[in-house]
């Protein structure tokens, strides 16, 4: 094999090296952040159950309460689809009406403050 061929195999070698690399970094990447997120899932989940033991026991309400409150917020958006849609949908700025981008407390484009709450989430 002439020298250029050998170069050009050791370059495609190395670039399959780095590419297998790569792709185990990547996997190995996806389940930490996957086991992050069931670990967060499941911490959530206890908290939420703490609040509502502690609101039955001590507020009064009931089950039957509990259903009717999530599917009302549920159908806010006119869809019965088990999710809240005003937490998932891009959030829009209350003053110029674009997209505020994920993470960013103002609008990029006029500076307005995005709206806070108490369960505004970076999306
Ligand atoms: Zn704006």
């Given at each position: 094999m002439s020298g250029l061929g050998q170069h050009i195999e050791y370059a495609q070698n190395f670039i399959a090296q780095v590419d297998a690399?790569?792709?185990r970094d990547v996997a190995r990447e996806s389940a930490m952040s996957s086991d992050k997120t069931r670990k967060n899932t499941e911490r959530l989940y206890l908290v939420v159950q703490a609040m509502w033991e502690l609101l039955k026991d001590k507020a009064g309400l009931t089950d039957a309460d509990l259903d009717a409150k999530v599917q009302e917020i549920d159908m806010r958006?006119?869809?019965?689809?088990g999710q809240d849609s005003t937490q998932t949908d891009p959030m829009k700025c209350r003053q110029c009406g674009r997209t505020i981008l994920s993470g960013q407390t103002q609008c990029s484009w006029c500076g307005a403050q995005a709206e806070g709450g108490p369960f505004t989430h970076a999306r």
């Open positions: 690399q790569h792709a958006d006119g869809r019965l689809d």
